[in-house]
């Protein structure tokens, strides 16, 4: 899902319009969280751009690197958060398993729904909510006092789950096929 933030039909349809209400100066404020990579390398620049003449990299979106770079969160919303690009990739494993592909390393971060909050809510300068499903999570699913997340990936014999458990319910956001 994350993979196809730039690409998404939906997403794409939802952008013209907004580039059409807003004279093509839209893509600044959707690109922080919809193609942080890209935004952060300058391939896209604020104001329109096809996403067809993006770099491979850009054009994945949401991808492994764009997650595990993140280093901290400076806002809830809005793309808040520092990117580290590195062969470092960060997780909530305390003891990773050394691999020939990057160096692993724990951060409490990622354990955090705070981790999730600052590209899942969108609001104007001013403050006012475009967009609260971080916010609308947090009131629906948690209490005040437990505001923490525990999602992880569940394998089935032919489906992966992506669940998220909390104190008081367990959801399954996400069910992909496994195909062989």
Not at 49 to 64: K, M, N
Not at 116 to 129: I, M
Not at 163 to 177: A, K, N, Q
């Amino acid at each position: 899902m994350h993979a196809y933030a730039v690409k998404d039909p939906s997403w794409l349809a939802i952008r013209e319009v907004g580039q059409s209400q807003y004279i093509n100066a839209l893509d600044g404020a959707c690109s922080p969280c919809h193609s942080p990579i890209g935004l952060r390398s300058g391939d896209i620049k604020w104001g329109p751009f096809d996403i067809t003449d993006l770099d491979p990299v850009s054009q994945e979106g949401v991808g492994c690197d764009a997650c595990h770079t993140i280093t901290g969160i400076t806002r809830l919303s809005n793309g808040g958060f520092m990117l580290a690009p590195s062969d470092v990739k960060h997780g909530t494993i305390k003891d990773p398993i050394p691999n020939s592909f990057h160096e692993s390393k724990y951060n409490d971060l990622y354990a955090s729904s705070e981790y999730c909050g600052s590209c899942h809510d969108f609001v104007t300068n001013d403050g006012s909510p475009l967009e609260i499903v971080f916010q609308e999570w947090q009131a629906v699913l948690l209490s005040p006092e437990k505001r923490v997340m525990t999602a992880t990936w569940k394998p089935t014999p032919d489906r992966l789950l992506w669940v998220d458990r909390t104190e008081h319910c367990t959801v399954m956001i996400l069910s992909v096929p496994i195909l062989l």
